[in-house]
């Protein structure tokens, strides 16, 4: 808990600082940052949550999508049965 306190204080600190900036070339430093991680994250992802991914997508692009009250039903007969048979 300390240390997503901690986290936050450094986030809101930086907050005022990169507001005040006002040459590009550190603003697009730090936006060529995020890119690259971001483009990291999707190159060491496994090709198995990849493809997952890849399908809610085209899901959502079909709207083929099931609506959230279908999975939270799903999630309370699985909780029920685990209950019942942790017993």
Known sequence: MK???QI???KI???PWLTSLEGNVIIEKLIQFRNAETKAWWKTT???KKASIMK???DADNYKL???SSAKNI???VI???RLNMQ
């Open 80 to 82: 029920k049965f685990f």
């Open 75 to 77: 999630w309370k007969v």
């Open 46 to 48: 496994q090709n198995e």
């Open 56 to 58: 809610g997508i085209e």
């Open 13 to 15: 600190e930086l907050i």
């Open 66 to 68: 099931k609506p959230y």
């Open 8 to 10: 936050l204080d450094k």
């Open 3 to 5: 240390a997503d306190t």
